[in-house]
């Protein structure tokens, strides 16, 4: 095999709550991951040495890439001849809390498993993973559905029959992760684990149940104060969202990509319409995505 196409999807945080700031500097979190399908492409091809990124779109860092990051650990861990060209297709949003550098990591890594015939076991590219950031075994795992703890890092899997829609209003301008953490009012944010937990096991119950309004009452995003201290704007396209009715309007990881639950893809149009019309920043974009 000379070339793969890999698929890499973004996520949702449809509750992400801090419980504590640690030694290291890394924030306790209990958080639900949710897989979506809104997606970037890889196509990676083998090259004789190195590593070659191609993206079109202008915000996607060339230094320090994720991408680039996970090809040096490879090879520093796992020796082996060859090098890859990668031709990346973005269509999630840079910086914007859905996970798309985590995603494009993970993926390369699953893809150079693959073309190279690496042998490397999921647990293997959990540890690499976990390397490279937060959010990537999330990536790497086969859950759809998880609650992530630790630092995100360890998942356990949720069973969700049910397929949900959402609604992204998705801004041009990424946040900083580091910023928004690093904004956090902290005296106020000692979560007990005990409540979170029950929170997030009724939040799926309800979902399960296809409860909407019962399940968004216990969703929460422990970032979101501070991406709206770092962003004003923020608050007030929430506050305008929140008004149309439509269901709680939550924001994903640290922002600033905000985001609606439906059951069903009708009602997900409805709602792209009704929000189309009433957009703040014409800047914004909106996307209609499901569970995949
Ligand atoms: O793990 P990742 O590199 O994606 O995290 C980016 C930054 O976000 C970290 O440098 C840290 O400042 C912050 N972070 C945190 N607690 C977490 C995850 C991320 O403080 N659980």
Not at 147 to 158: A, H, I, N
Not at 169 to 195: A, D, F
Not at 238 to 267: D, H, V, Y
């Given at each position: 095999?000379?070339?793969?196409?890999?698929?890499?999807?973004?996520?949702?945080?449809?509750?992400?709550?801090?419980?504590?700031?640690?030694?290291?500097?890394?924030?306790?979190?209990?958080?639900?991951?949710?897989?979506?399908?809104?997606?970037?492409?890889?196509?990676?091809?083998?090259?004789?040495?190195?590593?070659?990124?191609?993206?079109?779109?202008?915000?996607?860092?060339?230094?320090?890439?994720?991408?680039?990051?996970?090809?040096?650990?490879?090879?520093?861990?796992?020796?082996?001849?060859?090098?890859?060209?990668?031709?990346?297709?973005?269509?999630?949003?840079?910086?914007?809390?859905?996970?798309?550098?985590?995603?494009?990591?993970?993926?390369?890594?699953?893809?150079?498993?693959?073309?190279?015939?690496?042998?490397?076991?999921?647990?293997?590219?959990?540890?690499?993973?976990?390397?490279?950031?937060?959010?990537?075994?999330?990536?790497?795992?086969?859950?759809?559905?998880?609650?992530?703890?630790?630092?995100?890092?360890?998942?356990?899997?949720?069973?969700?029959?049910?397929?949900?829609?959402f609604l992204l209003i998705c801004?041009?301008?990424?946040?900083?992760?580091?910023?928004?953490?690093?904004?956090?009012?902290?005296?106020?944010?000692?979560?007990?684990?005990?409540?979170?937990?029950?929170?997030?096991?009724?939040?799926?119950?309800?979902?399960?149940?296809?409860?909407?309004?019962?399940?968004?009452?216990?969703?929460?995003?422990?970032?979101?104060?501070?991406?709206?201290?770092?962003?004003?704007?923020?608050?007030?396209?929430?506050?305008?969202l929140?008004?149309?009715?439509?269901?709680?309007?939550?924001?994903?990881?640290?922002?600033?990509t905000l985001f609606f639950?439906?059951?069903?893809?009708?009602?997900t149009q409805?709602a792209l319409s009704k929000v189309r019309n009433h957009l703040?920043?014409?800047?914004s974009s909106l996307a209609l995505c499901?569970?995949?």
């Amino acid at each position: 095999m000379r070339s793969l196409s890999v698929e890499s999807p973004a996520k949702l945080n449809l509750s992400l709550r801090v419980l504590r700031k640690r030694k290291d500097g890394y924030h306790e979190l209990y958080t639900l991951f949710h897989r979506i399908s809104l997606r970037d492409t890889l196509q990676l091809s083998k090259r004789k040495e190195g590593i070659r990124l191609y993206c079109s779109h202008p915000k996607v860092p060339k230094r320090g890439n994720l991408i680039v990051e996970a090809f040096r650990l490879l090879k520093r861990q796992f020796p082996f001849q060859g090098g890859v060209t990668v031709r990346l297709t973005k269509r999630i949003p840079v910086g914007g809390g859905l996970g798309g550098g985590s995603s494009n990591a993970a993926h390369f890594l699953l893809g150079m498993n693959r073309l190279y015939r690496l042998g490397l076991s999921q647990k293997k590219l959990l540890t690499l993973g976990a390397k490279l950031g937060s959010d990537v075994p999330f990536f790497l795992s086969d859950h759809r559905y998880a609650v992530g703890t630790g630092r995100g890092e360890k998942l356990q899997g949720l069973s969700l029959r049910r397929k949900l829609w959402f609604l992204l209003i998705c801004s041009p301008k990424g946040l900083s992760t580091r910023k928004v953490y690093q904004g956090l009012r902290l005296e106020r944010r000692w979560t007990s684990l005990t409540r979170v937990r029950h929170d997030v096991k009724i939040t799926s119950a309800f979902l399960q149940r296809g409860k909407f309004r019962q399940a968004t009452q216990f969703l929460k995003n422990d970032l979101q104060a501070s991406a709206e201290r770092i962003r004003p704007s923020l608050m007030k396209a929430r506050e305008s969202l929140s008004a149309l009715q439509l269901g709680r309007c939550q924001m994903s990881g640290s922002g600033p990509t905000l985001f609606f639950i439906f059951l069903s893809k009708r009602k997900t149009q409805q709602a792209l319409s009704k929000v189309r019309n009433h957009l703040l920043s014409k800047s914004s974009s909106l996307a209609l995505c499901h569970s995949f």
